[in-house]
């Protein structure tokens, strides 16, 4: 199946093609009203730890270092993509951030993560629901299966 997410800054204006407007920052943006950002919701247990923010911030890891550790931190947690991967199947999923360049931001790795986990569950459900199908088709019309 295929999902849509995208990523958009939240100083950004929201559009009726939004879909789900999810606010995935751990922090509040500065200056901006709940109200007026149209959001679905804030969801900042997908965003990267504190501590790991901070150390990015204040340049005690490297971008490369900071993107091997928040991949580590989403795949020891998978349960936090959960909500966003609820988004994604219901329909259009914008991840919404105050980074001033999202593309050097953590929001490409996590939509990364979000379709991935989101993969790996399509196929886990056509591997559960085709051993049954194919057994039958194997056995043939007619066949009592024993």
């Known amino acids: 199946m295929s999902y849509e997410i995208v990523l958009k800054r939240i100083y950004s204006p929201s559009e009726p093609t939004d879909g789900a407007r999810v606010l995935v920052d751990r922090l509040w943006p500065r200056g901006k009203r709940r109200e007026s950002l149209n959001l679905t919701d804030w969801y ?26 928040y991949r580590g931190e989403l795949r020891d947690h998978p349960e936090c993509l959960v909500p966003l991967m609820r988004y994604a199947r219901q329909g259009k999923l914008t991840l919404l951030s105050a980074a001033r360049n999202l593309e050097d931001s953590y929001l490409p790795l996590l939509q990364q993560a979000v379709l991935e986990a989101l993969q790996h569950e399509d196929i886990e459900d056509l591997e559960l629901s085709s051993p ?14 024993s």
């Open 132 to 145: 049954p199908c194919l057994a039958r088709h194997h056995e043939g019309p007619g066949s009592s299966g």
């Open 44 to 69: 900042r247990g997908a965003s990267p730890s504190t501590l790991l923010r901070r150390q990015l911030h204040e340049g005690e890891i490297s971008t490369a270092v900071f993107t091997v550790r």
